[in-house]
């Protein structure tokens, strides 16, 4: 049961991160700003986010279904997402953006997806880790 839990967690994940992406790149709701120096950080992102959805996706429906390739795929969903955390949050330091949160709406959801993308990195690792060792 709780692997079918993450996996749905997973996919729901993958959808989020592709939601993000439209909204920034149409609406703009999620820039934190407008400045090439934060727009160029971001802009670099896509292709790595997207790697993270697929693995997100693929190791969601695999944990679901219970098939062996599940945790496998989970393992590299739980790094991407862990490797993404730490970019985004080393750029947040290194650029004063956490203070923004106090008047920026964008902001706080950019604090929101740094937990949660961290927290389920570590419990997709924890989870799939055991399961892959078993094979």
Request: net charge negative; glycine share 10%; proline share 4%.
């Amino acid at each position: 049961m709780a692997n079918r839990i993450l996996g749905i967690v997973l996919i729901v994940g993958a959808a989020v991160t592709a939601l993000y992406w439209w909204s920034y790149f149409n609406a703009g709701d999620v820039m934190v700003s407008q400045e090439r120096w934060y727009t160029a950080f971001e802009d670099a992102f896509p292709f790595a986010d997207g790697w993270m959805a697929l693995c997100m996706a693929g190791a969601g429906v695999g944990l679901i279904q219970n098939r062996a390739w599940g945790p496998p795929l989970g393992l590299l969903a739980g790094s991407a997402l862990i490797f993404l955390t730490a970019m985004d949050v080393t750029f947040n330091i290194q650029n004063n953006l956490y203070p923004l949160a106090a008047s920026n709406e964008a902001m706080k959801a950019e604090i929101a997806i740094n937990i949660a993308t961290g927290m389920l990195g570590a419990w997709t690792i924890a989870a799939c880790w055991p399961r892959y060792r078993q094979g």
